[in-house]
């Protein structure tokens, strides 16, 4: 993208002023700088950025030049008599002006770049963000493909308290994620940002991308990445104890491998949808009548309560703690309680559907229902809740 | 000397200079200008210090990568408060409890206009405190969704909510009290011939935000209590599934926020605009452009809220307005900095501890100046929001800025109000020691937030490891060094050289025209201003 003629003047006036090479690369292994990054806007922002930060380092050598001079030369030690001056008009006049000027110089290229970050018109394809305490959903509205973006596991298992596992050991500690959004290179990908629960805030330092995730807003962006490669950033809006947990990973393929990874991605999910559909079609008995099946089903209750505990930690343990006992008064404790040792239909549908007006999130669109259905099983049998439930995906699927 | 003469001198005595009360008494019904300004510093210099202690949980967490000391949540309780305490706790007082000292001997009024409601304002704030840091004993812990308490994600706050929003109700009542008192003793208490065009720029600045504090304090108690109804009474001013709009607040919050920041620096500047002139032994270049500019700023304070949510997605529109608007501030500020280096320019500079804070403070809040510029370009700003060049952009504006200016202050006051003088080597000590280790501790976190790393996070990715190991070791530097400014200013109490009524060599204002230290009482007679 050819730089505006406002860009070249103001590098053509700081080169010569202060041998600034506004071009020069950031020093990226001290990482002092912003990135450039590796989008044409991104370009743009890096430079407004290395701009304004010319701007400000000229002026601060010529004030603080000044008061220099005038802290060395003018002290009483050195044997300095006060002048009396105490007003001129006609530098109140300069110091005024010249300020107006600058920034009126340095406000044209910014809104010039501003509009066209904001032009999110003729996109390729377009993904919906919906940010969730702590995970991303990227849904690809073109393809009905969709699916949660989560901290890896070693950088989970890493970042616990006392973990006793070096960060240094572990690979993109906090930047990696098991589903990363994937884009094609060239393609001009606008997102639709929101959020399911409390604000957050999807950040792409690489795209100059960084955009609120707020509940009952969309908000557009849009980004067009030239170069293949991982592209890592995080959550950048306060969004509750796990905010430092919940990465933002893009991967841009090449339009043939992305296209093949679209393929792969369709595939599952037709196929997700036909296991499902079949499972309700075969056998749509009263879901109340599963629990008492117990014995007839594939799945014992400990198969489900091992798959279950992992799960647990995943999605439910950050709040409600491993141990079960919660956080009071917001993270109920599950250990005991009347929901998870009561009626089976009510606990299916707070896990379900949430609980709306608290931080209990609706896990019936995040999680299938064989997940569900462990984690459900582990929750009734664990920390002294033993109420020997065994709970089958098609109860699940009844209960949705 | 007659018999009488000396009775009806003694009856004057009792009268007229009768001391304080004794004992605690003294204090909690108190309504001499001077002893409230004393409990004020005093109540701030301890929410500094436990201000302090909860930033060095943070940055002992941030030391390196990996959680070794505390849970995410309290970490998130940790910097919540921290805030809280040294937004409404430490700077603000502080300035209150200088414009309590000062402005009554600056304008030659014998207290403050309104000396029952100053007690008053005072004695809200501990009980406020109280209220807030009793949170951290709660069930789910201090209020941790960030100073700013952004719905949703606050009203997942535990048992601390109500006592939160209490709490806030009750720092903006001290707050409004104490500037109704200071608008009410600038307008009706000046002494003849202190027109407001002769009085110090400290009055000025103060006058000015003392407008600003009831402009703004109701907007943020009016914010806090649709919160509270939100979340105990059913309505959904801010809930998306109620019909309601969670960027409402945000707007409330910073159509209070953006002032707010004023309001801590503006009293600074007033300060700072009285120690150059004085130790530069010469007058105050461009008075009336100070002034001018001073109110340019808080009004320009009030049209520029939404620079702090340029990510939020407002309309093109929006966005360059805010932009435009944000960007103008410099010029008055720009203003500012300018007649203060012509103010020092070709006098006769010495540097003793307050100008010595004094030039700290123009070099470090014009960085923290620049990198607000910088912040103003909504493009770039996409980048630095929320990152950890916001981090050290507000801090230095706030540390070596408001904090820096407040302790200029003390050093400059401190044997007007003593008596005595500070031991001058161990105040130059704590000056440096606090400029290079502040510098330590916040310059490196421009490189985090340029680099990539997100404010309010536990844990970081390894690559930010070695900038945030430097500002650690400077916090706790600088944290430790504010217990020698306890200690000089302890010393300075209890005895030191003898303070002049000029204290300094050619200072300007009636406050130096008061024996030192100041009587209990001064200007029962209003002095003759030229």
């Known amino acids: ?400 | 000397m007659s018999t009488a003469e000396h009775h009806a001198g003694d009856h004057a005595h009792d009268h007229h200079d009768h001391g304080p009360a004794k004992g605690i008494m003294r204090w909690l019904t108190t309504t001499n200008h001077k002893d409230i300004g004393t409990m004020y510093l005093v109540f701030s210099l301890i929410m500094f210090l436990t201000g302090g202690t909860m930033a060095l949980v943070i940055r002992a967490e941030l030391f390196q990568p990996g959680l070794q000391l505390v849970d995410p949540a309290f970490f998130n309780q940790m910097t919540t408060m921290h805030a809280l305490i040294m937004v409404f706790g430490a700077v603000m007082p502080a300035t209150v409890g200088l414009a309590n000292w000062m402005i009554p001997m600056m304008v030659g009024a014998p207290d403050m206009a309104l000396p029952r409601m100053n007690n008053w304002s005072f004695w809200i704030l501990p009980v406020a405190f109280t209220l807030l840091i009793s949170t951290l004993f709660m069930p789910g812990g201090a209020p941790a969704a960030g100073w700013t308490m952004y719905p949703p994600l606050v009203q997942q706050t535990g048992s601390a909510f109500p006592f939160m929003v209490f709490a806030v109700h009750l720092m903006g009542a001290s707050s409004i009290m104490g500037a109704i008192n200071i608008i009410v003793t600038i307008m009706n208490m000046r002494a003849p011939g202190m027109t407001l065009l002769k009085m110090p720029l400290f009055v000025w600045t103060w006058l000015i935000t003392a407008y600003l504090l009831i402009a703004v304090m109701p907007v943020l108690a009016g914010g806090v209590t649709m919160l509270l109804t939100d979340q105990f009474f059913g309505t959904t001013f801010f809930r998306a599934e109620g019909g309601g709009d969670p960027v409402l607040f945000q707007h409330i919050f910073w159509f209070f926020g953006h002032p707010e920041v004023y309001i801590m620096i503006l009293p600074a500047f007033g300060i700072i605009s009285e120690i150059i002139p004085t130790f530069s032994r010469k007058p105050l270049f461009g008075y009336e452009s100070m002034v001018y500019a001073t109110a340019s700023i808080a009004f320009l304070s009030f049209i520029v809220w939404a620079h702090h949510m340029f990510t939020v997605g407002m309309p093109l529109a929006g966005e360059l307005f805010f932009m435009f608007s944000t960007m103008l501030i410099a010029v008055p500020t720009g203003v500012k900095v300018f007649n203060w280096i012509s103010t020092m320019w070709r006098g006769a500079m010495t540097f003793e501890t307050p100008m010595l804070f004094a030039i700290a403070f123009v070099i470090l809040f014009t960085i923290g100046g620049f990198s607000g510029l910088m912040l103003a370009i909504a493009p770039a700003d996409f980048q630095y929001h929320d990152s950890y060049f916001v981090v050290a952009h507000f801090h230095y504006v706030l540390v070596p800025g408001a904090v820096f200016a407040i302790m200029a202050g003390v050093y400059y006051w401190l044997p007007k109000w003593t008596g005595h003088m500070y031991d001058e080597k161990l105040g130059k000590l704590h000056f440096w020691l606090s400029t290079i280790s502040v510098n330590v501790l916040f310059f490196p976190q421009h490189f985090l937030g340029l680099a990539g790393m997100p404010r309010r996070i536990p844990d970081y990715n390894t690559q930010f490891a070695d900038f945030n190991m430097i500002s650690s070791i400077g916090a706790f530097v600088f944290g430790f060094s504010q217990l020698m400014f306890v200690y000089i200013v302890w010393r300075c109490v209890r005895g030191g050289e003898p303070a002049s009524s000029k204290v300094w060599e050619s200072p300007r204002g009636l406050e130096w025209t008061v024996p030192s230290p100041a009587p209990y009482h001064t200007f029962e007679t209003a002095p003759e201003v030229k």
Not at chain 1, 242 to 248: L, R
């Open chain 1, 1 to 400: 993208m050819s730089e505006s003629k406002w860009m070249q003047l103001w590098r053509s006036l700081l080169g010569a002023g202060l041998g600034l090479g506004l071009a020069a690369p950031a020093a990226a292994d001290w990482a002092l700088n912003m990135p450039r990054g590796v989008t044409a806007i991104s370009n743009e922002v890096y430079d407004l950025h290395m701009l304004i930060l010319g701007i400000c380092c000229l002026i601060a050598v010529v004030v603080f030049g000044v008061m220099i001079v005038s802290i060395i030369l003018h002290r009483k030690s050195r044997g300095a008599e006060p002048a009396q001056f105490h007003h001129s008009t006609k530098a109140e006049i300069i110091w005024t002006v010249i300020p107006i000027l600058i920034l009126v110089g340095m406000a044209i290229p910014a809104a010039e770049t501003l509009v066209k970050m904001e032009d999110t018109r003729n996109a390729d394809i377009t993904v919906k963000i919906t940010g969730y305490q702590w995970k991303w959903r990227y849904d690809y509205l073109d393809d009905d493909v969709g699916f949660f973006s989560t901290l890896d596991r070693a950088s989970n298992a890493a970042r616990q308290l006392d973990s006793g596992i070096r960060p240094t050991e572990v690979e993109n500690y906090l930047l990696e994620v098991d589903n990363p959004l994937v884009v094609p290179v060239g393609a001009k990908v606008r997102l639709l940002i929101t959020a399911a629960d409390v604000l957050h805030a999807w950040w792409m330092p690489d795209f100059a991308i960084k955009k609120d995730a707020i509940p009952g807003y969309v908000n557009e962006a849009w980004f067009r990445v030239d170069k293949a490669g991982t592209y890592r950033g995080q959550c950048a809006e306060l969004c509750g104890r796990d905010h430092g947990f919940m990465p933002v990973v893009v991967v841009a393929k090449d339009p043939a491998d992305y296209a093949q990874w679209m393929a792969d991605q369709r595939r599952e999910a037709g196929l997700e949808t036909e296991r499902a559909e079949a499972v309700v079609a075969a056998d749509p008995a009263p879901a109340a009548m599963r629990v008492e099946m117990v014995e007839q089903n594939e799945r014992g209750i400990d198969d489900l309560v091992a798959m279950g505990e992992s799960l647990y930690r995943e999605h439910c343990g950050a709040c409600h703690q491993p141990d079960g006992q919660g956080m009071a008064p917001v993270f109920p404790a599950l250990a005991g309680s009347p929901v998870v040792t009561g009626d089976l239909s009510e606990h299916v549908g707070v896990v379900l559907k949430g609980r709306p007006g608290t931080a209990m999130a609706p896990f019936g669109p995040q999680l299938d229902d064989l997940q569900l259905a462990a984690i459900v099983t582990y929750q009734r049998n664990a920390w002294g809740n033993d109420t020997g439930d065994v709970v089958q995906p098609d109860y699940i699927a009844a209960a949705r």
